[in-house]
């Protein structure tokens, strides 16, 4: 027994520690820009530390510009899937040879040894003639040519703002590898997952450009940034070219853009950090671009206060790309918007600063911790934002969450649905994707505050972000802090919520008073996830009494919310099609039972969850 009890510790204790390595990279990367051929030259150093405790036999990378080639899996994908995103549709079929997206890797070497590799579309396998021990630190060695495609979805060329480079997935990027192995995933649709490094990265582009970056410039007199600024303003010949040097740390990705016609000024936030804002200017949208600054200041106090500390020094607010895209330090946005559009995708995409860009979720997997957290803290901001007079015209949420509560109910009651835990590129429908991953991953949190109270839920979010933040977390390390904070048992909830698309459905199913001492009231399960509920019911001179009813794998119950008093019913099993219980009558009659009247439970049918005493 004691032999047994050694063992259990120290495999305990081994998965403790497998839990928390991250592999680390150090890039060093060069691109010299011919924008008349809309191509570069690339170069890199990195410096890989293998932190697992496997021995790695072989390399994967990411050459995601090939994905913008006539017949690649995304250009298949997208002419195939039953509701294509329109940004792309058929457009990467269509594309001309001189339009099209490439990186042709030429030489490749492994601690200064010519290794062999194959581009198969947009992941580059390579096969290690010396193995990467554990703890070891090894350096690749790149040279590659590449051709920016014409901008289709994130990145490219010529954007339909008429912006001249949206420079993501840009390089050859290592894949990550975790606990689960490699995750060479091609490039597909949608979401990206990286490795942990620090970034140094220098640009050589014609003088008439303006780069803006997610990184720390390092030579900003050279290249006159940091100032309000313009390409014209500085009148730089086209022809020469200027060396523009940047340094990230501590990120799992580098984003840049150029335009000949870039406005930039920033501001020193009330957290102390620097905010970039380019755009074009001259184009009708100056009016919003030159009052987003101070909004974005207040945002981010919004954010550092209830979502933990942004940690670093700058964060770049960029026009580019096709939409809004998030990246370490900087987002691309397009610019052409009304102020309200303007700031929430500026405030969405920065908060994919925390959800993201720091905590760093393979979104592939997880997109919901992703996309659905980062939806969840955007209507925290912006229904502050609208209440402190910012947003004209947009009115204060009473609860800012109706709206996600009614998409998710519009995604469960369609046959679109599938299990949070299904790969982002392997969803049926974009539509099924949007929703799971932006809304249902909302609705998780919302569901969690109204499981185990707004205090605990508060707290949690913030533990979540201290004890996760640079370590990748997954479905069980959110819903295990969750846990943590509040006491209870919480893993029933991410089976059915994560796992399955079982939705929840309670109905007041009848009250009875006539002939009896007591009220009894039973309640009907007809969805089939169990949740705690609270019922309350309200008298007929007006008062009002809360009833919450715990379910049995919650191991104990939410505080009191609100310094309200509450009748506590006895547990409910998830077994149970009913839970009923009895109100003494004390002089009072019942003329109204609500599941729920807060409407934060995730129920599918409002209707049925109210029971009036017939007049």
Known sequence: MRILSTTTLLCLTFFAQAQSWQQHVDYQ??????????????????????????TLYKAFWHL?????????????????????????????????????????????????????FLANETILEVTLSEAILPGATTIFEMDWDAQVPLQVRRNGRDSREGIDYSMAQWYPKLCEYDEQGWHANPYIAREFYGVWG?????????KNYVVAAGGYIQNAQEVGYGYESTGAVLNRPAGDKLLWHFKTPNVHDFVWAADRDYTHTNIVADDGSIMRFFWQK?????????????IMNRARTIMNQHFGKYPYREYCFIQGGDGGMEYPLATLITGNRGLNSLVGVSVHEQLHSWYQMVLGSNESLYGWMDEGFTSFAEDIVMNELAREGLLPGKTVEANPYEGALAGYTALATSDNEEPLTTHADHFHTNYGYSLAAYVKGAVYLLQMEYIIGKQAFEKGLLRYFHEWKFKHPDADDVTRVFEKESGLELDWFKEDWVNTTNTIDYAVKSVESEGRKNTKVVIERIGRMAMPLDIVVTYTNGDQEIFYAPLEGMRGEKPVENKTERVLLPDHRWVDLSHEFEIPEKMKKVAKVEIDPTHRLADIDLENNVWRKPE
Do not use: C
């Not at 994908?77 to 990467?92: H, L, N």
């Not at 001259?282 to 101070?294: A, E, F, R, S």
């Open 29 to 54: 990367i060069n691109a010299d820009m011919n924008v008349a051929k809309h191509q570069y030259h690339g170069t890199l150093r990195l410096a890989y530390t293998n932190n697992s405790p496997d």
């Open 64 to 116: 995601y510009f090939n994905a913008f080639q006539p017949g690649s899996m995304m250009d298949v994908r997208s002419r195939t899937i039953a509701d294509p995103d329109p940004r792309v549709s058929d457009r990467i079929s269509k594309l001309k040879p001189e339009e099209q997206g490439w990186i042709k890797v030429n030489t490749l070497n492994h601690n200064g040894k010519s290794v062999k």
């Open 198 to 206: 620090d970034f140094d990265v220098k640009i050589s582009i014609d």
């Open 282 to 294: 001259g184009k009708g949208y100056d009016d919003q671009w030159g009052k987003l600054p101070g």
